[in-house]
C-alpha cells in the first residue's frame, strides 16, 4: 500500500540495489510482478527493478513455479527537491494494528509532520496468535477480554481489518501532507520489524500500543524488546 507526494528527481541522488528472489506459480511476469509488489510495501522510492536470472521449479515434467532474479534499486538519502528547494526528510516506522487512528498516535504523527518533512511507514504486525483476537487477547489465564476488544472469527476477517485500518492511515496521512507506504505483516511484530529496517532506514520507530488493560504488546515489552535489538531510536506512543 503507498500513498506519496511525488517530488521532482534530484539527479544528486544516493540509491541502494537490492536483490531478491520472486516466485509465481502462473508465469516468470507475475513472479517479477510479485517481487516488484512485495518490494513497494516498504520502499517508498523504488526506481527501477532489472530481471537477472529466470529459472523454473519442475515437478512430474512441467514447471511447477516461475522464479525470477530481481535487482532493484531506491533512493537511501534523505534529500528531497520539491518546488525547486531541497529539502531534507525524517522517516518513521510506526509499528500500530488496533490502535491506528487512536488519538495519542495521530498526535504523535502530528506532532512530526509539524517539526518538519517526513516519510511514514506504517507497519501492521497479525501474528497467528492475534487470528482469534486481534491485539486484544485480555488475561490469557481468565480468559477475560477487555471491552471493546475486536475479536474476529478467522484470518480473513483479521487481515481484512488491519488492512482497512492501513488504508485509512495512509489517506489520513496524504491530508496532513506526509507521503506514506504502508503494509500488514504476518509474522511475530519483532520479525517484521527487523524484515522491514532490512528493507529499509528510518530515523525512528514508533510503538503505538492500546491502553494497559487491553495491549498485548505491553504484556510483551514489545518497545524494551525492540530497543535491545534495533539501533533505531524506539518511542513507545500509549493510546490510554
Request: no cysteine.
Amino acid at each position: 500500500m503507498a500513498e506519496r507526494n511525488e517530488p521532482r528527481r534530484d539527479p544528486d541522488a544516493v540509491y541502494r540495489v537490492v536483490r531478491i528472489v520472486a516466485t509465481h506459480p502462473g508465469s516468470w511476469e507475475e513472479a517479477a510482478a510479485a517481487g516488484i509488489a512485495e518490494l513497494a510495501k516498504t520502499i517508498v522510492d523504488l526506481r527501477v527493478a532489472r530481471v537477472t536470472e529466470l529459472d523454473a521449479v519442475v515437478r512430474d515434467g512441467a514447471p511447477a513455479a516461475f522464479r525470477v532474479k530481481l535487482e532493484a534499486s531506491y533512493r537511501i538519502d534523505r534529500r528531497r527537491v520539491e518546488d525547486g528547494a531541497v529539502i531534507t526528510v525524517r522517516r518513521v516506522l510506526v509499528v500500530a494494528n488496533e490502535s491506528l487512528g487512536k488519538s495519542g498516535l495521530v498526535a504523535a504523527i502530528a506532532q512530526r509532520i509539524a517539526a518538519g518533512p517526513i516519510e511514514v511507514h506504517v507497519l501492521a504486525p497479525l501474528g497467528t496468535a492475534g487470528w482469534g483476537a486481534v491485539a486484544a487477547l485480555g488475561d490469557p489465564g481468565s480468559g477475560y477480554v477487555p471491552a471493546g476488544a475486536s475479536v474476529f472469527d478467522n484470518h480473513e476477517e483479521a487481515v481484512a481489518a488491519a488492512e482497512a485500518r492501513v488504508r485509512a492511515e495512509l489517506t489520513r496521512l496524504r491530508q496532513l501532507g506526509a507521503s506514506g507506504t504502508g503494509e500488514v505483516a504476518f509474522d511475530d511484530p519483532l520479525d517484521a520489524v527487523s524484515r522491514v529496517l532490512d528493507r529499509s532506514s528510518f530515523d525512528e520507530i514508533l510503538v503505538s500500543t492500546l491502553p494497559s488493560a487491553m495491549s498485548r504488546w505491553l504484556r510483551l515489552d514489545l518497545t524494551r524488546r525492540l530497543q535491545r535489538r534495533v539501533t533505531v531510536p524506539v518511542t513507545e506512543i500509549n493510546n490510554d
